[in-house]
């Protein structure tokens, strides 16, 4: 299972103005570690909704950061959650080990974690993703799953073309500013001109140099 030791925000609001004015003045790198989200150093996946906020798939279930605080909501069997999704109706899906379940705040206003029965598979949910309109994933067995309501049912996994994941991930901004992860090497930001303006390594403030996913909180921060 590959996962983030650590992770680490960029904001790209801060470089994006030293590039209009020529400056070579670092955006701003900052490292979470453990003792600020008060949780495992064990991340699996990161997503960030529209409304800029982060959700970490954690070894000791799923955090989240307001643009405040952090918290962490816990699976039933206090589980690690592995993988995170988005369909298309803003829904956030959390899968892990023996567990699959989506965010939903109570009457109280209070989020957390509803639980669909799959008490019958043992494993870990994983690649999850909507084909034709429905929820699917895997399990570590190798079978595959649609999502039926609050249950699910086995189909044919030769149905099912997945992404395979990639250390090359790359993300375009609107004035031509890419980011652009490198294999082991660390994450490198690129202007319009495709020059490298900074290339974050391990020996410029990163916690690794291996980084597995990236996602921009529409708000001037990078998260990965």
């Excluded at 895997?138 to 149905?159: C, D, H």
Aim: charged content about 20%; hydrophobic content about 35%; aromatic content about 10%.
């Amino acid at each position: 299972m590959r996962h983030l030791k650590l992770y680490i925000v960029i904001t790209i609001l801060t470089l994006m103005a030293p590039m209009r004015s020529g400056s070579q003045v670092l955006p701003l790198l900052k490292n979470y570690t453990p003792e600020n989200y008060h949780a495992h150093n064990v991340n699996y996946d990161i997503f960030v909704d529209k409304n800029g906020i982060v959700y970490v798939a954690n070894f000791e279930g799923l955090l989240y950061y307001d643009r405040a605080n952090w918290h962490i909501i816990h699976t039933p069997g206090i589980t690690r959650i592995t993988s995170l999704y988005c369909d298309k109706k803003d829904q956030i899906w959390a899968g892990g080990y023996n567990f699959l379940g989506y965010l939903k705040t109570d009457n109280r206003g209070i989020l957390g974690l509803h639980s669909l029965d799959i008490k019958n598979l043992h494993g870990e949910v994983s690649q999850l993703q909507e084909v034709n309109g429905v929820l699917t994933f895997r399990m570590s067995n190798g079978k595959a799953y649609q999502v039926n309501g609050n249950t699910v049912k086995e189909i044919s996994a030769n149905q099912l073309k997945y992404q395979e994941h990639s250390d090359s991930q790359k993300l375009t901004f609107n004035d031509g500013l890419r980011v652009e992860v490198i294999e082991s090497n660390g994450l490198r930001i690129i202007d319009k001109d495709n020059k490298t303006v900074c290339h974050f390594t391990e020996d410029k403030g990163l916690c690794d140099n291996t980084i597995n996913k990236i996602s921009y909180d529409g708000h001037g921060t990078l998260w990965g």
